[in-house]
């Protein structure tokens, strides 16, 4: 069983820089992490991915400023956040999908507010 904790967001200037950090209990079996964000009324949508393999996708609005990481010694996956602007105002999620003979499993963290100020 996979566990999913975020942490790291807050509130930081437009310009700023802010690092996530989402905690796992496990790593079998996983075949994507990716950061999530939604913003009041908005759809949740896709920041940030990465595979077991270490390939990366982003979203095209956070390109060149977010990046994406995970460091197995620590069993944390990351996003570091650079050059924040208030578009990016949002509660990021932590994800994971875990394949497991044949079926797929989806893990989501409780979410971790993050505040852009203009």
């Known amino acids: 069983q996979l566990q999913l904790m975020e942490s790291g967001g807050g509130l930081v200037q437009a310009g700023g820089s802010l690092r996530l950090s989402c905690a796992r209990s496990?790593?079998?079996?996983?075949?994507?992490m990716a950061w999530y964000r939604q913003a009041p009324g908005k759809q949740r949508e896709l920041v940030a991915a990465?595979?077991?393999?270490?390939?990366?996708n982003y979203a095209d609005t956070v390109k060149g400023r977010f990046t994406i990481s995970v460091d197995s010694s620590k069993n944390t996956v990351n996003l570091q956040m650079n050059d924040l602007n208030p578009e990016d105002t949002a509660v990021y999620y932590c994800?994971?999908?875990?394949?497991?003979?044949?079926?797929?499993?989806?893990?989501w963290g409780q979410g971790t507010q993050v505040t852009v100020s203009s």
């Open positions: 990465i595979t077991s393999g270490g390939a990366t």
């Open positions: 994800y994971s999908r875990i394949g497991m003979f044949g079926r797929d499993y989806d893990y």
């Open positions: 496990g790593s079998i079996g996983i075949k994507n």
